[in-house]
């Protein structure tokens, strides 16, 4: 199984700063990263894409990069309604599907 | 607008038997692979369980295997999970998921509310 480890595990920042968030997998799963993110009570929300494509409706401030083992996710400039947690996901062919297990964007 | 509703979430004793399902609508069902995602009270997302549009193929975690089974009724537009030999570490919001494609199960476009499920004696 491959294991997705996500840093840093809260993340202190104010509205109008850049944040970027890590997601390290233990072995190769090409470009097959996506990235969620979750508020309290709702369901996950997909916001990229095979790395680097965002969503259907996700604004230009997220973006996503890298490829192989490690992968990023940017925020250009917090949002107030950006304070969430911040899920890694990846499926490859013969692999079980696993998620990491989370950053948390608080307000600083 | 797509819409996943769950239900049939509760209490349940360990041991016990469980049915979820998921009525999907806003998209043509049958042409989409499926999937069953929990999250533990104040814990992370584990996938359990997928099936692909035509149910030919269907996966399970580890944690869940010989336990779940997932299925789909194409003529309802609902997935089902059936839970067996329930434990306490099954207790978690479950979350009906699609797939935007038919077989490739990559990520997820769409969620539902999610359905409680504890597991307690």
């Known amino acids: 199984e491959i294991v997705l480890t996500q840093s840093p595990a809260t993340l202190s920042l104010s509205p109008g700063e850049r944040a970027t968030l890590s997601c390290r997998a233990s072995q190769s799963v090409s470009n097959y990263l996506a990235w969620y993110q979750q508020k309290p009570g709702q369901a996950p929300r997909l916001l990229i894409y095979d790395a680097s494509n965002r969503a259907t409706g996700i604004p230009a401030r997220f973006s996503g990069s890298g490829s192989g083992t490690d992968f990023t996710l940017t925020i250009s400039s917090l949002e107030p309604e950006d304070f969430a947690i911040y899920y890694c996901q990846q499926r490859t062919d013969s692999q079980a599907l696993t998620f990491g297990g989370g950053t948390k964007v608080e307000i600083k | 607008e797509v819409q996943l509703l769950e239900s049939g979430g509760g209490l349940v004793q360990p041991g016990g038997s469980l049915r979820l399902s998921c009525a999907a609508s806003g998209f043509t069902f049958s042409n989409y692979a499926m999937s069953w995602v929990r999250q533990a009270p104040g814990k992370g997302l584990e996938w359990v369980s997928a099936m692909t549009d035509t149910g030919a193929s269907t996966y399970y975690a580890d944690s869940v295997k010989g336990r779940f089974t997932i299925s789909r009724d194409g003529s309802k537009n609902t997935l089902y999970l059936q839970m067996n030999s329930l434990r306490t570490e099954d207790t978690a919001v479950y979350y009906c998921?699609?797939?935007?494609?038919?077989?490739?199960?990559?990520?997820?476009?769409?969620w539902g509310q999610g359905t409680l499920v504890t597991v307690s004696s």
């Open positions: 998921a699609k797939a935007p494609s038919s077989s490739s199960i990559r990520r997820f476009d769409h």
